[in-house]
């Protein structure tokens, strides 16, 4: 079966192309940027994770799409002018209103001009945003094959686990998790800022 992944070069998403694959599926990797201040970071990441196995030569080429929310956000929002809230920052403090809508949105229209009829992504269980839930996921799966007027299955098949859990799916599967980013404010380089909530939760996994 055909399936696209919504991938940002993170750990999540990178496991879960890797699961994809491992599935037999013909895996598309789909990047959708916003006009985020990380996304050329994390395009280059997901450049270099699909030169290296268990993603090279197996995953589709990576495809990028634009959604922008330049007209959404205000202009001095922390993810648009790069100043991510910091280290011990709350979950709570990242959260960017309607993303998984827009992503899922956007993907979804590709989702019916390319004939696939599976959509996924990696959210996590414990997520707190309103747009991360099972029953978001399921209300989108049913709106955007109404309104594609073509079936599409929207999954988010790590819903209930921990990061924990992911990373031990990665190593099962040999994906190269020291490449992946987990970053909003990457330096030279790519390298993480070390500075931000999401190094924070980081280096509370070991630095995987």
Known sequence: MRSA??????????????????????????????????????????????????????????VTLTASVHDLYPANHWALAGSPPGFHAPD?????????????????????QNDVPRLVLGSLGGNPFPDATPAFFDAMSRACSLGLAQPLDVSAPYVSMSKVDVIARGRALAVPLRLTLSCMNPGQGDSPCGNCAKCRERSALGGD
């Open 5 to 62: 992944v919504l991938c940002s070069g993170g750990i999540d998403s990178t496991v879960l192309l890797a699961e994809e694959l491992a599935a037999g599926h013909d895996a598309t990797p789909l990047h959708v940027r916003c006009g985020l201040a990380w996304e050329d970071a994390e395009g280059r990441t997901l450049r270099r994770l699909l030169r290296e196995a268990p993603l090279a030569d197996r995953a589709r080429a990576l």
């Open 92 to 112: 709570t403090a990242v959260y960017l209103p309607g993303r998984n809508l827009l992503l899922i949105a956007t993907a979804a229209v590709w989702c019916l």
